[in-house]
């Protein structure tokens, strides 16, 4: 099983261009989120998915769009980048109302310049 | 604003010493999960404490859950090189997981 696994794993853009970066879990999880991490900030919520057909916002979501496209994939897009979306990315699955643990993908790292 | 504050932000110690890490909320948990996260990776499940007053030890490291559920603590003992790592806490509410800003926990040899 690979758990959860986000492409790419590096990305330069430049500013006003789009980008969307994909997740994919074979855990079975019903609920999917998608982080940034940035230095001094831990990681703030950007979207969530709780379950398959559902999304909604979280701490930062403007900016972003996300697809949650089936019960494996949730995907996150930028429309038009902008530098301070500069910053490490990171999918997880499975943390829900029951408490059980939350999977993290290896990150994207995205600067945009 | 942090919903989840961690304290300190860095802790360099030598090898063999203590060391405590905190997480303050003013917001009630319905969980509160503790994750460790090395360099180029993502943070990878330590604990999950649930009841108020919870003390959880995982080998040389035990994690205390507030009685109130909004604070918790970590603290490892004789810390060795391999502890290493970020430390974040996070707090848990329906489908929400929030995240503290991290701890930097750097064990000299």
């Known amino acids: 099983n690979a758990g959860v696994t986000q492409t790419p794993k590096f990305q330069v853009l430049k500013t006003g261009q789009s980008m969307t970066l994909q997740c994919a879990q074979d855990?079975?999880?019903?609920?999917m989120y998608w982080y940034r991490q940035d230095p001094g900030m831990g990681l703030r919520l950007i979207y969530y998915?709780?379950?398959?057909?559902?999304?909604d916002k979280g701490e930062v979501p403007n900016g972003y769009n996300v697809s949650r496209l089936n019960k494996r994939e949730f995907s996150l897009r930028l429309e038009s980048a902008a530098p301070s979306q500069t910053s490490v990315y990171f999918c997880a699955g499975g943390w829900d109302s029951m408490n059980t643990e939350a999977f993290f993908g290896q990150g994207t790292r995205l600067t945009v310049v | 604003t942090q919903l989840l504050e961690q304290s300190p932000q860095f802790l360099s110690i030598q090898e063999g010493e203590n060391l405590t890490v905190y997480c303050n909320s003013s917001s009630v948990f319905s969980s509160l999960q503790w994750y460790r996260q090395e360099p180029g990776e993502g943070p990878v499940l330590l604990v999950t404490v649930v009841t108020g007053g919870e003390v959880k030890k995982l080998k040389r490291l035990t994690f205390q859950f507030g009685d109130a559920r909004k604070d918790s603590s970590l603290h490892i003992t004789a810390a060795q090189p391999g502890d290493t790592g970020l430390y974040l806490c996070a707090g848990g509410n329906d489908y929400k997981l929030s995240f503290g800003a991290g701890t930097t926990v750097t064990v000299r040899a």
């Open positions: 855990m079975n999880h019903n609920s």
């Open positions: 998915s709780a379950s398959e057909g559902t999304t």
